[in-house]
């Protein structure tokens, strides 16, 4: 070890004034504590690094030849320290999160409204996702948490519940079924559905359902994209099984959600983060705000 950066600073102030009495008072340390701080950095290093006398101080050769060097590392160190504090201020930082798209439409944009508030300075990246790789970016850790749902158990992860969103059938206002506010699985499977592509949480849960009922069902229309799904709704191509918080970004004019009966269709929405991994400041603070959000849903 070559001395804490007490001692390294001593050095260098002492190296710029050429004098002990005025680099003690710049520093706010008594003359004969700068001299111990000296000596320490001396011993630790091996070598005389000033040479002294009543009229003046000088570096040696050692001490020109450590000069650059130990200039080096305090600069490096004091900047790896105030880059931390930023990140623990929240002044600097990022965050990344993988989220179910139906997420991300719905629930994310008011978190995101309240974190770039409080934190301009911090960039975020979305990235909307099926459940199944909502969980494996986690796993890698492509992101810094994610918010989907679990179908099964992985000690890999950490989950915390966020809220438990309902699935409900989406139908075209000229649709006979808008007259109900409630239908059946069953029933729903004697019309055209559009539903969203496997590996999807929605598509999982219904799946799951349908064997659990005895019932099968040949889709109309898989897509991708709930914006897709909706398009297809609205045009009367089919009904379509998604969350209710569709609710919150489907087109005001032309679909009605009606609610889904025997067997209800629910989905534990969950923060995802991989076991063993600190979120860094900026994660926690996003963390903390999709909490109050989830709150109100």
Do not use: C, W
Request: no cysteine; proline share 5%; glycine share 4%.
């Amino acid at each position: 070890m070559i001395g804490d950066m007490r001692h390294l600073r001593a050095f260098l102030t002492i190296a710029r004034l050429n004098n002990f009495t005025r680099a003690a008072s710049e520093l706010h340390v008594s003359q004969s504590a700068l001299t111990v701080q000296i000596r320490q950095l001396e011993d630790a290093l091996g070598v005389l690094l000033f040479d002294r006398s009543k009229r003046r101080v000088a570096l040696t050769q050692a001490g020109k030849e450590v000069l650059a060097p130990l200039e080096r590392i305090v600069i490096d160190t004091e900047a790896v320290i105030s880059h931390t504090r930023d990140m623990a201020g929240l002044r600097r930082g990022f965050v990344s999160v993988a989220v179910l798209p139906s997420l991300s439409a719905g629930l994310l944009p008011a978190v995101l409204q309240e974190f770039t508030k409080k934190h301009p300075a911090i960039p975020v990246q979305i990235k909307d996702m099926v459940a199944e790789r909502v969980i494996d970016a986690v796993k890698k850790e492509e992101v810094d948490f994610g918010v989907g749902t679990r179908m099964k158990r992985d000690p890999e992860l950490k989950t915390t519940p966020l809220f438990t969103d309902r699935l409900s059938a989406f139908v075209p206002k000229s649709h006979p079924l808008v007259r109900r506010s409630r239908i059946t699985l069953r029933e729903l499977t004697e019309h055209p559905l559009v539903l969203t592509s496997k590996g999807s949480s929605v598509r999982e849960i219904l799946e799951a359902a349908l064997r659990k009922e005895k019932l099968s069902v040949l889709p109309a229309f898989e897509v991708n994209y709930m914006s897709t799904v909706i398009g297809l709704v609205k045009a009367g191509l089919g009904i379509a099984i998604l969350p209710a918080v569709a609710e919150n970004i489907q087109a005001s004019a032309g679909i009605t959600r009606v609610e889904i009966i025997n067997p209800a269709l629910n989905r534990t929405v969950e923060i995802i983060e991989k076991k063993g991994r600190s979120p860094s400041h900026a994660a926690s603070s996003m963390l903390a705000a999709l909490k109050r959000a989830a709150a109100s849903y």
